[in-house]
């Protein structure tokens, strides 16, 4: 990666993938609180730093001093900006350099949010990752900004790893994403003739 040193988008998705396997062991409860997006945001922020101290081969020695710092200056910050675009996990210097940013959500994205991965690639984050964390699957969906291509990764949450469930063209419609993808969609009614609106259709 360029100007990122030793912030390879391998390490940096073992380190995200670790992460979140301990978010999902250690801080379940959390999926259950109501509007509980900052604390999960806090939370894997805390696991993605120790996870990334691990896989730069640094001390995991919480009392020491240099715990807290990475190399290069680099910051684990919860809910950044870059330009007007609102990011929930961002790994940067807080300058120019922003090896991984991460973005979550509670249900499959649509277009306009896949959109958004790709702009964020666009302003020089090497690594762009959405989490769709599905709290009645057994898994959550991973999306990557791949250029044009978004890739899907299943994540398993009692194994706690991920397998490249597919690739897909980012302007392919997004109902057959969802196809593809096993999402059933509803069946829409039978329009009738001459149909009367109710006031709260209105």
């Known amino acids: 990666m360029e100007d990122n040193g030793r912030y390879t988008n391998i390490l940096l998705f073992d380190a995200f993938e670790e992460a979140l396997s301990h978010l999902i062991k250690e801080d379940?409860?959390?999926f259950e609180w109501p509007k509980a997006k900052a604390s999960i945001a806090h939370c894997f922020a805390s696991h993605l730093h120790r996870e990334l101290r691990k896989v730069l081969g640094l001390s995991l020695d919480e009392s020491s001093r240099t715990f807290l710092a990475l190399p290069q200056g680099m910051?684990?910050?919860i809910f950044p900006r870059i330009g007007s675009v609102p990011i929930d996990l961002l790994v940067h210097d807080r300058?120019?350099?922003r090896p991984l940013a991460v973005i979550f959500y509670t249900d499959y994205l649509n277009k306009g949010q896949m959109d958004k991965l790709r702009k964020l690639q666009g302003?020089?984050?090497n690594l762009v990752l959405a989490v769709a964390f599905l709290p009645q699957k057994d898994y959550i969906l991973i999306y990557r900004s791949n250029g044009s291509m978004i890739d899907?990764?299943?994540?398993?949450?009692l194994e706690g790893n991920s397998s490249l469930l597919m690739q897909k063209e980012l302007e392919q419609k997004s109902d057959a994403l969802q196809l593809s993808?096993?999402?059933k969609q509803k069946n829409k009614r039978k329009t009738k003739k001459n149909p009367t609106i109710s006031p709260t259709d209105q």
Request: aromatic residues 14%; proline residues 0%; contains cysteine.
């Open 95 to 97: 300058k120019n350099s």
């Open 152 to 157: 899907y990764y299943h994540f398993s949450k």
């Open 75 to 77: 910051k684990v910050d």
């Open 181 to 183: 993808l096993g999402i």
């Open 28 to 30: 379940k409860e959390l």
């Open 123 to 125: 302003l020089g984050c």
